[in-house]
T-cell receptor, first 112, second 115 residues
Framework: GDSVTQMEGPVTLSEEAFLTINCTYT??????LFWYVQYPGEGLQLLLK?????DKGSNKGFEATYRKETTSFHLEKGSVQVSDSAVYFC???????????FGAGTTVTVRA | EAGVAQSPRYKIIEKRQSVAFWCNPI?????LYWYQQILGQGPKLLIQ????????DSQLPKDRFSAERLKGVDSTLKIQPAKLEDSAVYLC?????????????FGQGTRLTVV
């Protein structure tokens, strides 16, 4: 079945450091890919998305590129801030069943 | 625009008791989802509605879990009887439709503790 695998956390960084969270997927259909973020005490919210190969999603300084050849959608940010501390979830939706499936999440803590 | 509303925010019950969660989606959203998020894991889809019809409930433990979406708006998720392993955050989400690009909006969830 369709699934998403994320790098395990937790990840702890200093402010202005470079952040990468790896995400790979397995899908029978041709998926759309998403990154959701969950800030402390808040609900999940969409961070960015990409719908086809080589698409780049971007938002709030975060970027992720849909790589069909490596079935990956890694999340990156060049200079993190304390306010980026959150749990990040990679997710996919395929055209065969339209279910939105999530990875296990990666906890990121940014220290001042 | 009002977001997805869920209640209660927290619930503590003893095993074998029953519990119900309520969700009010964003107005006009046809698709409604219930997810279970166990601590340290990603959300797992329990059931997905399109209007008041069930699209997918393949991961819903139907011997103890039930859900309904009357009139295609609000939804309730019930557990009867609860087990210790049901301790989790139950997330409700809604979206305009089921399309590939459609964003799902999430409520803050109900944290259930079964003791």
């Amino acid at each position: 079945g369709d699934s998403v695998t994320q790098m395990e956390g937790p990840v702890t960084l200093s402010e202005e450091a470079f952040l990468t969270i790896n995400c790979t997927y397995t899908a029978t259909g041709y998926p759309s890919l998403f990154w959701y973020v969950q800030y402390p005490g808040e609900g999940l919210q969409l961070l960015l998305k990409a719908t086809k190969a080589d698409d780049k999603g971007s938002n709030k300084g975060f970027e992720a590129t849909y790589r069909k050849e490596t079935t990956s959608f890694h999340l990156e940010k060049g200079s993190v801030q304390v306010s980026d501390s959150a749990v990040y979830f990679c997710a996919l939706r395929t055209s065969n069943d339209y279910k939105l499936s999530f990875g296990a999440g990666t906890t990121v803590t940014v220290r001042a | 625009e009002a977001g997805v509303a869920q209640s209660p925010r927290y619930k503590i019950i003893e095993k074998r008791q029953s519990v119900a969660f309520w969700c009010n989606p964003i107005s006009g959203h046809a698709t409604l989802y219930w997810y279970q998020q166990i601590l340290g894991q990603g959300p797992k889809l329990l059931i997905q509605f399109q209007n008041n019809g069930v699209v997918d409930d393949s991961q819903l433990p139907k011997d103890r879990f039930s859900a309904e979406r009357l009139k295609g708006v609000d939804s309730t998720l019930k557990i009867q009887p609860a087990k210790l392993e049901d301790s989790a955050v139950y997330l409700c989400a809604s979206s305009l439709g089921q399309g590939m690009l459609t964003e799902a909006f999430f409520g803050q969830g109900t944290r259930l503790t079964v003791v």
